[in-house]
Structure formats: C-alpha cells, structure tokens
Nanobody, 124 residues
Framework: QVQLVESGGGLVQAGGSLRLSCVASGRTFSNYALGWFRQAPGKEREFVAAINRSGGSTYYADSVKGRFTISRDNAKNTVYLQMNSLKPEDTAVYYC?????????????????WGQGTQVTVSS
C-alpha cells in the first residue's frame, strides 16, 4: 500500500502561482511513477502532468504546458506541482496518484493509489 497526502491548495488570483506537494508513505517511493490529475465540478477527472520513477521524464497536458512543472524528490518521498500563470479554468480539486506499471501515463485507470485531493480555486 502507498498512502498519498496532498497539500498546498488554496485561493489565488488569476496570474498567480501555487505549489502543490504530495507526500507518500508505505512502499518504496522510487518504485512508482507519479501523476497529477484534476477534477472540476461536473467534469471528469483529467490528466495534468506525470513524471517517471527517476524524474528524468515528464509529461503535460496541453492545457498546462509551459505553465505547470512537475518534479519529485525521492529522498523526501514527495512529488510537486508548481503552477504558474494560473487561470480561472484551472479551478479544480487536484489529486496526486502513483502507479507501479508502465503504460498510458495520462489515463487514471493506470494508477494504483490516489490521494484525497486538494482544492485549487483561481479567481478572475
């Protein structure tokens, strides 16, 4: 089992920044690829960003490319999502997730463990 706990969400004005953190406990953190997803009210959960086990490869949704950065610190069992130039349409609950298998990094179905989520609200 892997437990994931997100933090860092909040209310920010458009154009502002937030950094989300997700701390993992349980099994060996470096064995897992990680992802960030988000879900707005009335919408399906969507892929935001992903990072491989070593941190050497990262992937982004087109909607956040150039504004968000995913990173991980395996010594601290933590994955981060730096969000800059935030827009009202970024408003959602943000979830981190971990997967042990390879495959489509953008599909929620490929992730084994999920955090409880943290709310991000961007005002216009």
């Amino acid at each position: 089992q892997v437990q994931l706990v997100e933090s860092g969400g909040g209310l920010v004005q458009a154009g502002g920044s937030l950094r989300l953190s997700c701390v993992a406990s349980g099994r060996t953190f470096s064995n897992y690829a990680l992802g960030w997803f988000r879900q707005a009210p009335g919408k399906e959960r969507e892929f935001v960003a992903a990072i491989n086990r070593s941190g050497g490869s990262t992937y982004y949704a087109d909607s956040v490319k150039g504004r968000f950065t995913i990173s991980r610190d395996n010594a601290k069992n933590t994955v981060y999502l730096q969000m800059n130039s935030l827009k009202p349409e970024d408003t959602a609950v943000y979830y981190c997730a971990a997967r042990s298998s390879s495959g489509r990094y953008y599909s929620p179905d490929n992730y084994d463990y999920w955090g409880q989520g943290t709310q991000v609200t961007v005002s216009s």
